[in-house]
C-alpha cells in the first residue's frame, strides 16, 4: 500500500462554490446525485488542495445510501476508499442510522471487497431499483458487533 501522504478527509458544505464546480468536473463522466437535492453529506480526500477522491452519501425513504465513491487513479492503494467509506458510515451513525446502504456493478470488485470487510452483505432490496442488470444492493447493519471490530466507526 502506497503511503497517504498529507491526505485530508474532509466533510464538504453545499454552500462552497469552489468544491462544487470541482465535485461537478469530477462526476462529469459519469451520473452521480448533484449537490442541493435532500439529505446528502459529501466527503472529499485532499491532497493539498487537489481533489484525490470523493464520496458522497444520502437519505432516500428511511435508508442511508453511500453513492459515489471515486479515487484518481494516482491515488489509489492508499486507503482512501476506506477513509472515505469510513466517514460516510459514522456520518449516518451519528444521526441514527440502523443500516447503510450502497449499490454496485458485479464486476467492481475493487469496490465489493472494500465494502464487505464492514459486513455489508448482497441483499434484494425491495423498492430499490438499479440500472443494471447486473447491479446489485448490500446492506450493512449497524450492530454492536459493528463498533467492536471497528471502534473508529463508534460515535
Known amino acids: ?18 468544491w462544487k464546480e470541482r465535485f461537478l468536473a469530477f462526476y462529469s463522466d459519469c451520473e452521480i446525485k448533484k ?73 467492481n470488485l475493487v469496490t465489493i471487497c472494500c465494502h464487505l470487510r464492514y459486513g455489508f452483505e448482497k441483499v434484494d432490496a425491495a423498492g430499490h431499483h438499479t440500472d443494471s442488470a447486473s447491479a446489485h444492493w448490500y446492506r450493512l447493519k449497524i450492530t454492536p458487533a459493528l463498533f467492536e471490530r471497528f471502534p473508529s466507526l463508534n460515535p
Open 35 to 107: 449537490p442541493g437535492r435532500g439529505a446528502h453529506a459529501y466527503f472529499a480526500a485532499y491532497s493539498g488542495s487537489e481533489l484525490a477522491g470523493h464520496s458522497v452519501i444520502y437519505r432516500e425513504k428511511d435508508r442511508w445510501i453511500m453513492d459515489g465513491l471515486r479515487v484518481k487513479p494516482e491515488f489509489r492503494e492508499m486507503g482512501l476508499a476506506k477513509r472515505l467509506t469510513e466517514a460516510r458510515i459514522l456520518h449516518a451513525v451519528k444521526l441514527g442510522a440502523k443500516e447503510v446502504w450502497y449499490s454496485c456493478d458485479d464486476g
Open 1 to 18: 500500500m502506497k503511503k497517504p501522504g498529507g491526505i485530508t478527509i474532509r466533510k464538504i458544505e453545499k454552500e462552497d462554490a469552489d
